[in-house]
């Protein structure tokens, strides 16, 4: 059973090795595929890999080679990634709590505004050059070309992405004909012009949260099923470093060689026998000769005093 733990803590560790490249992989997919424009959780998404990846490299080698240090420093790894994990997902609850799409009256979509998210998220889409890129993504997509050819039933009865929502249609409260009324200002931002359309809208930023809102939620789901995950396998390789460390001593209770404060009852007799089983042959000889030669005197002493009237 000393090598039960040592066993698990490396299959798990083989587990969360192999689990971390398509983490990895995920990522940069991000970066290149042109069917997505969220790439807002990129790069967390590969330092958690690389982490979690390099962590349990650690520990695998640790637990197959009973190397104490290596366990002890895939120990310290484990406890800052559960602590990093647990932040950023309390963090992704937080940002991503406000938010959301409003019904729009006879229409199966929602529509999003920007001032409904938090301003953390805000911040980060109102950055001109984060935009620009988001922007030339969304172009390139042709997320906009799927919606031309609709007709006005279809607006009342079919369903739109938050990003087409936002970016590939007025708002529905906007009015085109000739008034004096107030609207909003992303209705003198929309163009006919395909590569304009409403990609300059708070409405379409809206829309590229409202995709970020999602996805994020899913990966804090994600994160606590691996922060729990994670916290049991910590508790599998204290095991095993523990088992490392009795392994590296004779005697199996660390480095005292006692499992109390008061020895065991054999252990005196086991320091004799190892102390023994360490003595050189020649020294063992000599050891038995001498005992030998005082056993023939004492033998020879006890027989004298009896003999003797």
């Known amino acids: 059973m000393s090598r039960f733990s040592n066993t698990v803590i490396g299959l798990l560790n083989l587990f969360t090795l192999l ?24 790069t967390p998404l590969l330092v958690i890999g690389f982490v979690i990846l390099i962590v349990s490299l650690t ?9 104490a240090w290596a366990l002890w420093v895939y120990l310290v790894a484990m406890l800052f990634l559960i602590a990093a994990l647990m932040a950023f997902t309390i963090f992704g609850f937080i940002v991503t709590g406000a938010g959301g799409g409003m019904n729009v009256s ?4 929602n529509e999003y505004h920007l001032e409904d998210y938090s301003p953390w998220l805000r911040k980060r889409v109102e950055d001109p050059k984060y935009w620009v890129t988001v922007r030339s993504c969304i172009l390139g997509s042709k997320t906009c070309r799927d919606i031309v050819m609709w007709s006005p039933v279809d607006y009342l009865t079919k369903d739109m992405s938050p990003i087409q929502s936002g970016c590939c249609k007025p708002p529905s409260e906007c009015s085109y004909e000739e008034t004096m ?12 012009d395909p590569s304009t359309l409403c990609y300059e809208c708070d409405s379409c930023k809206a829309g590229v949260l409202e995709d970020v809102r999602r996805d994020w939620r899913k990966l804090s789901v994600l994160n606590v ?58 020294l063992k ?25």
């Not at 990522?27 to 959780?41: D, G, K, P, V, Y």
């Not at 199996?252 to 004799?272: A, C, H, L, T």
């Open 225 to 282: 099923i691996m922060t729990l995950l994670l916290i049991g396998i910590y508790c599998i390789g204290c095991c095993a470093f523990r088992n490392t460390r009795r392994a590296e001593s004779d005697y199996p209770y660390g480095e005292n060689q006692m499992s109390k404060i008061r020895p065991r009852w054999d252990f005196f007799w086991y320091v004799e026998m190892v102390a023994w089983q360490k003595t050189p042959a020649l």
């Open 106 to 109: 006879g229409r199966a979509y």
């Open 59 to 67: 520990g695998f080698i640790g637990a197959c080679f009973n190397l």
């Open 19 to 42: 689990a971390s490249i398509p983490i990895i992989g995920g990522a940069l997919w991000i970066e290149r595929s042109s069917a997505t424009c969220n790439t807002f959780l990129q």
């Open 181 to 192: 009324m107030a609207q909003d200002l992303d209705c003198y931002k929309w163009s006919n």
């Open 285 to 309: 000889s000599e050891i038995r000769t001498i005992f030998c030669i005082y056993h023939y005197l004492h033998q020879i002493f006890f027989l004298h005093v009896h003999v003797m009237p």
